[in-house]
């Protein structure tokens, strides 16, 4: 009682030339460059996500720029943008500080560039989950950070008070203004070196 079903082959073709692009007006040139500018754009991706970046930074930053010189923005948005546009990843806790991947000389050379305060730009971070370089910085004092993930660069800089500051996941680098003593209940993880 084997029971044999049989399938129209001409029914299934059928069906599937409906669903599929019909290329058989189309000269084989005009078909490479339609590919051809597909792949272009495709190549052009991250040029394009960048310059777009760039602008929308640009247009939704200058009021944020304002609002950082004269200290009014309280909710600390402004500064989300500026470190998101320098690419640390920032991320903001409960009670309205910051949190960000690392903080170096590109970013400090970034946030002049922009024509911002840095101190006003740093004064929310509260932690660097990583390296936190503040050699050339215009810092005088780390206010709410307290908490750097790696090492904390402080040989050439302007730093003077630390602030917050309670634990440093690696080696601290001092400055000339800045003892061994300062750092006495500050757990460091590593060597406090002059």
Do not use: W
């Not at 970013?107 to 390296?131: H, S, T, W, Y």
């Not at 800045?178 to 070196?193: H, P, Q, R, S």
């Amino acid at each position: 009682m084997n029971t044999v079903h049989n399938y129209s082959r001409n029914n299934y073709y059928t069906s599937c030339k409906t669903s599929a692009v019909n290329f058989s007006g189309v000269k084989k040139g005009a078909l490479q460059k339609i590919v051809s500018s597909t792949l272009k754009n495709v190549d052009n991706i991250p040029e394009q996500i960048n310059k777009s970046r760039a602008d929308y930074f640009k247009k939704y930053s200058f009021t944020d720029k304002l609002l950082i010189r004269l200290g009014l923005k309280r909710d600390c948005s402004a500064q989300m943008a500026v470190f998101d546009f320098l690419g640390v990843k920032p991320y903001l806790s409960r009670d309205g500080y910051i949190a960000i991947t690392s903080y170096g000389e590109l970013e400090q050379i970034k946030i002049a560039k922009m024509g911002l305060d840095e101190a006003k730009v740093f004064e929310p971070v509260f932690r660097i989950r990583d390296n936190a370089d503040f050699n050339n910085s215009s810092l005088k004092e780390l206010k709410n950070l307290s908490h750097v993930g790696n090492n904390l660069y402080l040989k050439y800089s302007k730093i003077d008070k630390l602030g917050k500051l309670n634990f440093v996941g690696r080696h601290v680098y001092l400055n000339d203004k800045l003892a061994e003593k300062d750092f006495k209940y500050i757990f460091v993880n590593g060597c406090v070196l002059e």
